[in-house]
């Protein structure tokens, strides 16, 4: 099976896909430890690929560079220069023991088509810049899209003090990098220099393999609520309070967990709702617990949806506590927007996925991408490639080499068919 996939491939397409998973596979070995990968935002290895990245856009013919926050940018002039482009990008930076293709994968494709590109001289009637942001997943300094929100103007100069676990400043560890981090500002960029923001990525979830696709459109990255509950009622001796009179919280949060997630079960509108975390006081064997805390991690593809979950959720999670005689205490801890896909970019990202020869299929993405910065100065779109079993942030996560050159064939033919869109009204 495996010597006809790589025979009917075809000879002029079979080279991209060897290429890039080639790439992803020496990116992958840049780690903090050999045994597990880790590439944390702006240390010695993050460094090491940097640079590696950086000599493989030169490689394919853009003009590249380290911006202020240490994203690696690359340009690829169009039929003249100095034309607005359109961006491709994911990130370079990874979570501790992670997999190799997640942020990587988006970024080599974007690179290896514009190779492909140079190397046949086609020039476009705009620009294509790629760009591998520095940091997404926030792992060192517990804030995430620290890359994207540089370019998107949006940087928090605060979390320049802000410290990681071994007591080192962000402001230090630009400096030690190489980076002035009184410059920040340096890597933003205006609305008018972007025509659009596409993003390739691994789906990170079990949809694609389980409807035998290769490649899906993203319809919006999912906003999410994250919740802090806490039930409070009355500790006792275990052998001694009848059962009737009790005020047990875990069991109150335990009903309260199972009232979740029929609510987001039953929901047709693609509710998602995950307790990740739950801790009981005083959490010995012969005590009653008086106390029980857990969070709510809630997601949805609009926020119109999510906004009213939470509320049928606080009111379900309230009729519980209050049956039970238990103190409810619900605090929103995080909020994140949804990011819609702009359906003219979408629209283009499906005929590219369509011209291609494989159905076409919309899903939403539950977890969060660049694009929640870039929309803020661009439109933005997305093409998810199937990942086995769905997994991801895990050394497990993979991609077979023929569905990465299907994404690396769709990515291209979306840049030689890109038609620059509406300006959104918000610019
Ligand atoms: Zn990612």
């Not at 705009?126 to 060192?140: C, L, Q």
């Not at 609520?225 to 309070?241: D, E, I």
């Not at 995950?274 to 010995?284: D, K, W």
């Amino acid at each position: 099976m495996r010597e006809m996939n790589a025979e009917t491939a075809g000879l002029q397409h079979s080279s991209l896909g060897d290429e890039i998973v080639g790439r992803i596979n020496r990116l992958g070995q840049i780690s903090e430890t050999p045994e597990h990968l880790a590439r944390v935002f702006l240390t010695p290895e993050h460094r090491a690929a940097a640079d590696l990245i950086l000599a493989w856009m030169r490689d394919a013919g853009l003009h590249a560079h380290l911006d202020a926050i240490g994203n690696v940018c690359g340009r690829y002039e169009g039929e003249r220069p100095g034309l607005p482009c359109l961006m491709l990008g994911s990130h370079y930076d990874t979570v501790r023991d992670a997999g190799k293709w997640d942020g990587p994968l988006g970024l080599i494709t974007a690179i290896s088509c514009v190779a492909d590109l140079h190397r046949r001289g086609r020039r476009l009637p705009f620009a294509i810049e790629v760009t591998g942001f520095a940091d997404e997943e926030g792992v060192r300094f517990a804030s995430t899209l620290l890359g994207s929100r540089a370019v998107a103007g949006t940087f928090n100069e605060r979390v320049l003090s802000s410290k990681d676990s071994a007591g080192i400043s962000m402001r230090d560890a630009l400096a030690a990098f190489g980076l002035d981090p009184d410059h920040i500002g340096a890597a933003a960029r205006a609305p008018s220099e972007l025509l659009a923001y596409v993003e390739l990525h691994i789906e990170q979830g079990p949809v694609l393999e389980a409807e035998h696709l290769p490649v899906g459109v993203v319809t919006a990255i999912a906003g999410a609520t994250r919740l802090a509950a806490s039930l409070t009622g009355m500790a006792g001796h275990a052998g001694t309070v009848p059962m009737l009179l009790r005020r047990d919280a875990l069991t109150g949060a335990a009903e309260c967990i199972t009232t979740i997630e029929e609510l987001c079960r039953t929901d047709d509108g693609g509710l998602i709702g995950t307790v990740g975390y739950i801790h009981a006081m005083p959490g010995a064997t012969n005590v009653i617990p008086g106390q029980a805390a857990f969070t709510i991690d809630l997601r949805a593809p609009t926020d119109a949806h999510r906004k009213r979950a939470v509320a049928d959720i606080v009111r379900q999670i309230e009729a519980v506590a209050k049956r039970r005689k238990l103190v409810l205490q619900v605090d929103v801890t995080h909020e994140n927007r949804t990011v819609p896909c702009a359906p003219w970019l979408k629209a283009q990202v499906a005929d590219a996925v369509a011209a291609e020869g494989h159905r076409v299929f919309e899903l939403p993405s539950g977890a969060g991408h660049d694009g929640m910065a870039m929309i803020d100065i661009a439109d933005v779109a997305m093409l998810f490639v199937r990942c086995r079993g769905g997994i991801s942030h895990h050394p497990d996560e993979h991609v077979e080499v023929a569905d990465v050159d299907i994404g690396a064939r769709v990515l291209l033919r979306l840049i030689e068919s890109f038609q620059p869109g509406p300006r959104s009204a918000k610019m």
